[in-house]
């Protein structure tokens, strides 16, 4: 193994691959841990810093330890938005944190979600900080294992002492991944927007490599801490810039008291569509406000952008990806 002392899984992931660029750019050592080698860049393989090793986390035997021995500092970016979560999230989660027992690694940096907060019984116009309640109970698959998720790498600290930094990401977005679930659903080529206020809790990929990357420079570890841009819009200045990327082509606006309502009168189950579910329904679109100022105080300064502007430049990035039609 080289001398790197910093490790990053799900290393191709959307946000995987933004914090190994992060990474890459402040001139650190790093073992990067991948599903699937063909989805790694070119430019990675031909870095002398950079060394990858192809593993599936879910099954290593001890292989996992043997690549993390060194490592000081693992970031932890493994897990699925809408795939298996037992198998992708969960367990993927077990098997790390077991190398990371068998191997010492004294520190790890999870990449988790605000969705494990519960909002349901705030007022409106509350706001959601560190101090905000967990509870995913009737909730969605993703925010369930991003839970438990969560409790695993804190009993595992508490148990045999390694520091841990929890990195609760807004909404990630950015070119390829600027719309979110607390929009709205959509029909085709129109959005039926769903609004009763409040902010879109977003969080751009570059600020979330940032954070993960600067709580990584931490060998005590920085707590649990919010990650969001400054500038969260409101569902309408969202769509407002939004929609220079061309969709929706229309937009019909439903207000949140409706859905609401057909939530209570349709069964509280989980093969029902999330948004006909209460506790999805108040999670997403809960009329509520969001904290990053820990997030501040903990990490120091971090790159901000004015939403509108950053939406802008995504779009043109995205528009400058797309392959010639």
Sequence with gaps: MSAATL??????GFIG???VERARAEGKALRLFVRDMAKVPAVWQTDEAVEIVAMDLTNTGDELTKALEGIRTVIHCAATLTGDQERDTVAASVAVID??????????????????YDVSGMPKGGTV???????????????QAKLT???????????????LSILRLGAVWGPDHLFNAH?????GSTLLKIDGGGEVPLCRVDLAAEALVKAAHENTGVGTLNILDDDCPTRADFLTAFRACGWPKRVLPTPLILWRLVAIITPDSPSMPGLLRRAVLEARHRPVTYSNTMMHNRLGPVTMLPF?????AAIEQQEQQAPPS
């Design 129 to 143: 900080d560190e101090a905000t309640p967990v509870n995913t109970e009737g909730r969605d698959t993703y925010a």
């Design 99 to 116: 190398a990371v027992i068998a191997a010492q690694v004294p520190h790890v940096v999870l990449a988790s979600s605000l969705s494990v």
């Design 7 to 12: 490790a990053i899984t799900g290393a191709t």
């Design 183 to 187: 929009i709205g659903p959509a029909v």
């Design 17 to 19: 691959r933004h914090c």
């Design 149 to 163: 998720q969560e409790t695993l790498f804190q009993d595992g600290a508490s148990l045999y002492g390694y520091a």
């Design 308 to 312: 509108a502007a950053a939406m802008q």
